[in-house]
């Protein structure tokens, strides 16, 4: 049972807007900023949304991230293809002491 | 161009020991925090350790807290992670993991393509 939680999967067609809903506590979310970490399994997971709502260079404004509270949102505009594949929140967890993560959506374009 | 080259993995049996490595290049390997991050068969993302800069301090995932051990040695640019009493949970992919800065709560801004550890008899 992963700290945060994710849905387990979400889909949309291409050129859909599709959300991925990340809910979290007072310790994790709720006190620190979240990060969204785009991992096709077998590859080096890549960072894609940090600070809560920043994007690394390289990542296209297709991808957004929002916070409220204690849950957090990662966006996804504009599907493509090449945008299968499994999606992870992370926050760091003052009690404790170290990063958790949600359990993974896996983002299906159909 | 940051480079993590993980190594050190391998089969082990149940009770055993195995110690991972993680080549840097690219940056300086000594202004960033380093972590520990695995993916076992069909599950997700679970951080396991981090070490801060000087490697004065160390973070562990309750999961291993008492059994493994995060260390660097920033000469020669490069993290470890010692595993000892391991067991068959702890099989999965471990991957090096670099920290956007020098603080414990940056982000994981660069990844290796991970180590496969494998705990059976």
């Known amino acids: 049972q992963s700290v945060l939680t994710q849905p387990p999967s979400a889909s949309g067609t291409p050129g859909q807007r599709v959300t991925i809903s990340c809910s979290g506590s007072?310790?994790?979310?709720?006190?620190?900023?979240i990060n969204w970490y785009q991992h096709l399994p077998g590859t080096a997971p890549k960072l894609l949304i940090y600070g809560n709502d920043q994007r690394p260079s390289g990542v296209p404004d297709r991808f957004s991230g929002s916070k409220s509270g204690t849950s957090a949102s990662l966006a996804i505009s504009g599907l493509q293809s090449e945008d299968e594949t499994t999606y992870y929140c992370?926050?760091?967890?003052?009690?404790?002491?170290?990063?958790?993560f949600g359990g993974g959506t896996k983002l299906t374009v159909l | 161009e940051v480079q993590l080259l993980e190594s050190g993995g391998g089969l082990v049996q149940p009770g055993g020991s195995l110690r991972l490595s993680c080549a840097a290049s690219?940056?300086?390997?000594?202004?960033?925090?380093m972590s520990w991050v695995r993916q076992a068969p069909g599950r997700g993302l679970e951080w396991v350790s981090g070490i801060t800069v000087s490697g004065t301090y160390t973070y562990y995932a309750d999961s291993v807290k008492g059994r493994f051990t995060i260390s660097r040695d920033n000469s020669k640019n490069t993290l470890f992670l010692q595993m000892n009493s391991l067991r068959a949970k702890d099989t999965a992919v471990y991957y090096c993991?670099?920290?956007?800065?020098?603080?414990?709560?940056?982000?994981?801004?660069?990844w290796g393509q991970g180590t496969l550890v494998t705990v059976s008899s």
């Open positions: 992370a926050a760091w967890d003052d009690s404790l002491s170290g990063w958790v």
């Open positions: 690219g940056f300086t390997f000594s202004s960033y925090v």
């Open positions: 007072s310790s994790n979310i709720g006190s620190n900023t």
């Open positions: 993991a670099k920290s956007s800065s020098g603080t414990y709560y940056s982000p994981f801004g660069s």
